[in-house]
């Protein structure tokens, strides 16, 4: 359907077959829209958040999805897809596709992906997309980060550190923090500032995002789907990244 109605569209199924004789079982599924892949190339900024989330309904499984971020830095759904677990495996599996549909660019122009390094995600992408940068989730560093280190001032001067716009406001940053506590102040350098410090972070992607709100946002527009029968859900899914793009 996706094919005969998008043509240009990328739609990719795989399926198993669990005994000998037996009928394949639907296991994933990979669509990237002609659209998508159009207005990705032509008018977004080399930036992907990646994310996955589990679906409610009776079957399980889970959804990844890659988002952009367009000229005016409004988010602009890329790919999506339905797969049976969040593993190394399947975000290998899943951008892999991603590749092939829309990094003909990439050797020229290599994506910076956001992520708040879901499950297997972080091998997947230094195993298929290795000339990428990667920056990591700030508020979801920021949550790991709260969980060991209590005291209260400790929040502002994160995010003070994190937005900086260059090397010395950072320092200031990451100095009021060692006074506040030594150890969160090691706990923070055991990560590349280039992973999480807007201002050690690769410029040409030419996008001050730090967060990974773009998939977190359309996670949140498909939240009623989730709970649908997988195959029924995906009509859903379909329609939404149309309305998401129309409006």
């Given at each position: 359907?996706?094919?005969?109605?998008?043509?240009?569209?990328?739609?990719?199924?795989?399926?198993?077959?669990?005994?000998?004789?037996?009928?394949?079982?639907?296991?994933?599924?990979?669509?990237?829209?002609?659209?998508?892949?159009?207005?990705?190339?032509?008018?977004?900024?080399?930036?992907?958040?990646?994310?996955?989330?589990?679906?409610?309904?009776?079957?399980?499984?889970?959804?990844?999805?890659?988002?952009?971020?367009?000229?005016?830095?409004?988010?602009?759904?890329?790919?999506?897809?339905?797969?049976?677990?969040?593993?190394?495996?399947?975000?290998?599996?899943?951008?892999?596709?991603?590749?092939?549909?829309?990094?003909?660019?990439?050797?020229?122009?290599?994506?910076?992906?956001?992520?708040?390094?879901?499950?297997?995600?972080?091998?997947?992408?230094?195993?298929?997309?290795?000339?990428?940068?990667?920056?990591?989730?700030?508020?979801?560093?920021?949550?790991?980060?709260?969980?060991?280190?209590?005291?209260?001032?400790?929040?502002?001067?994160?995010?003070?550190?994190?937005?900086?716009?260059?090397?010395?406001?950072?320092?200031?940053?990451?100095?009021?923090?060692?006074?506040?506590?030594?150890?969160?102040?090691?706990?923070?350098?055991?990560?590349?500032?280039?992973?999480?410090?807007?201002?050690?972070?690769?410029?040409?992607?030419?996008?001050?995002?730090?967060?990974s709100n773009s998939v977190e946002s359309f996670n949140a527009w498909i939240d009623e789907e989730r709970y649908v029968i997988d195959l029924v859900s995906l009509s859903f899914y379909h329609c939404t990244v149309i309305k998401i793009m129309v409006s």
């Amino acid at each position: 359907m996706v094919l005969r109605t998008n043509p240009g569209s990328m739609a990719i199924v795989r399926s198993e077959v669990t005994r000998l004789g037996g009928l394949p079982h639907f296991q994933r599924i990979f669509i990237c829209l002609e659209a998508c892949k159009r207005g990705f190339l032509t008018g977004c900024r080399p930036v992907v958040g990646l994310d996955g989330c589990h679906l409610k309904g009776p079957y399980g499984g889970v959804l990844l999805a890659a988002i952009s971020v367009e000229a005016n830095m409004g988010y602009f759904p890329l790919a999506y897809a339905i797969a049976e677990i969040e593993n190394q495996d399947t975000w290998c599996w899943f951008l892999e596709h991603l590749k092939e549909a829309v990094g003909r660019d990439l050797e020229m122009k290599p994506w910076c992906i956001i992520s708040d390094r879901q499950k297997g995600l972080v091998s997947a992408i230094q195993e298929i997309l290795p000339i990428c940068t990667h920056r990591c989730c700030c508020h979801h560093i920021l949550q790991n980060f709260q969980k060991r280190f209590k005291q209260t001032g400790l929040r502002d001067f994160f995010w003070e550190a994190s937005k900086a716009p260059n090397a010395q406001e950072f320092q200031i940053a990451m100095s009021k923090i060692r006074t506040e506590s030594g150890e969160a102040y090691e706990w923070l350098n055991l990560m590349e500032a280039r992973t999480w410090a807007f201002h050690a972070m690769d410029k040409n992607a030419k996008c001050e995002h730090i967060t990974s709100n773009s998939v977190e946002s359309f996670n949140a527009w498909i939240d009623e789907e989730r709970y649908v029968i997988d195959l029924v859900s995906l009509s859903f899914y379909h329609c939404t990244v149309i309305k998401i793009m129309v409006s």
